[in-house]
């Protein structure tokens, strides 16, 4: 009976969605715009601008997703996020409910609805160490041509064919502003390094910046991209301390969420206590939330180190 109910709320939403003519991406754009608008009253602006108070989780989280897309070049993808999201805030509940138990609805639907965001997360990670990468490459013989040659136009020039995207079109843009829009170095290298996320690579454009006045300064080039290399390294060796309890969590979460349907087949009275009951739907609601909890912090431990001034 609950399920035919639960197919009839379905079959009423989505009558509703066609006579109201709604699309459901445009009802996602509008629930999550509110989310992510910024507090209201003036005091609320200031103190969240002065971090004395902290947004929302779900609102922190939001922002982050979006700040994470931005940088990656998949900012379009956001709706597509936040409909999923919903719709993972949808099947949960419909889960919980099929399952009649009240303590899960909300540990579901608020676990699945985080599932995108994290996941986001979690490439922002691989994504930053692939730039870094780039940037290692990039870095060393752009800076390795301009000892040589005192000359940034023509060290890019040489060297232009050799890199990857998205570095490459960030030197190629830079090489097109001095050639065809300004000739003025330092308004070039100030917008350069603004086009990518990496405190390395900023420092780079700062003493590539007083390189211009100060060619004796050339030797602190070296060093800064000799940071990429031993962040490269202590990030490969945080890489292979942290594997070991991440496939610890993935073989203990999968062992939780499977014991259920086993136990069905081991004992049927058990399973049934463990279904059925208050206290048995109790313990189902506390492993679901103790596994979405802990993915969480396994998402937020396992980022890439990245170096800081």
């Not at 780039?134 to 000892?147: D, G, P, Q, V």
């Not at 070039?188 to 454009?205: K, M, P, S, Y």
């Not at 009951?277 to 103790?290: D, R, S, Y």
């Amino acid at each position: 009976m609950t399920t035919i109910l639960l197919i009839a709320c379905v079959g009423m939403i989505t009558g509703a969605f066609f006579v109201f003519r709604i699309s459901p991406m445009d009802f996602t754009q509008s629930v999550f715009k509110r989310l992510t608008d910024g507090p209201k009253s003036i005091r609320d602006n200031i103190n969240e601008t002065t971090r004395r108070k902290n947004p929302g989780l779900l609102r922190r989280t939001l922002l982050e997703t979006q700040a994470v897309l931005k940088v990656t070049g998949k900012e379009q993808q956001f709706p597509s996020v936040c409909a999923l999201s919903l719709l993972l805030f949808a099947i949960g509940t419909g889960i919980a409910i099929v399952m009649g138990n009240i303590f899960l609805v909300p540990v579901l639907a608020i676990g699945l609805t985080f599932v995108p965001f994290w996941y986001v997360r979690f490439t922002e990670g691989h994504f930053k160490k692939d730039i870094a990468a780039e940037l290692e490459t990039a870095l060393s013989i752009i800076t390795t041509a301009y000892l040589r040659s005192e000359d940034l136009q023509t060290s890019v020039e040489e060297n232009i064919n050799y890199l990857n995207p998205p570095v490459r079109g960030v030197f190629h843009s830079f090489l097109t502003r001095i050639k065809h829009i300004d000739p003025n170095v330092d308004a070039a290298i100030a917008e350069l390094r603004g086009t990518i996320d990496n405190e390395v690579f900023r420092e780079w454009c700062d003493a590539l910046a007083a390189c211009q006045y100060d060619r004796s300064l050339k030797t602190t080039l070296t060093p800064i991209v000799a940071k990429l290399s031993d962040m490269r390294i202590i990030n490969g060796e945080l890489e292979n301390l942290v594997i070991g309890p991440r496939k610890e969590f993935i073989s203990m979460a999968a062992l939780v969420v499977l014991n259920i349907p086993l136990l069905y087949f081991l004992n049927k009275d058990w399973f049934a206590t463990l279904v059925h009951t208050l206290p048995g739907q109790a313990v189902l609601a506390l492993c679901a939330a103790a596994i979405f909890i802990s993915f969480a912090f396994v998402i937020k431990l396992t980022q890439p180190i990245e170096y800081k001034r």
